[in-house]
């Protein structure tokens, strides 16, 4: 009897400290419907900060009109890079595009911000995306727009 119940007890505590080591996700689909997962979001949907990054809590009048500064890096027959760039333009945003299978030079940039070939891949301000959903992009500008 004593022997049943300590084996009860041990598992009911590996039962317990199992969850409580799993990483917790945050995100966004294409809907904007939010997601906690325990599971990384899907790939496209990856929103990140740079490192050292910051904002300052107030911003001046002038700097409250200055649209985002938009790095865009993209490759041929890509319908994703297409579909952004045509999301950014609609926006009336101003970017700077680099095709990376038509310049060493950029897809070199590429590959020191992100040690990744995936296009679709905007920085804006302090955030990297890399795919392509309007949530994503739209959940970034709400943070860098005044």
Known sequence: MMKKKLFLLLALIVMIAGPANADFYTWKDESGVSHITDYPPPKNLKVKSFEGSSKPAEQPAAKKEK???ITFYTKDKCPNCDK?????TAKELTFTEYNIDQDEAAAAKRKAIDDSNTVPF???????????TEAAYNNVLKKVSP
């Open 67 to 69: 649209k985002p500064s």
């Open 84 to 88: 952004a760039r045509e999301f950014l």
């Open 122 to 132: 905007a920085v804006i301000d302090s955030y990297q995306i890399d795919g392509f």
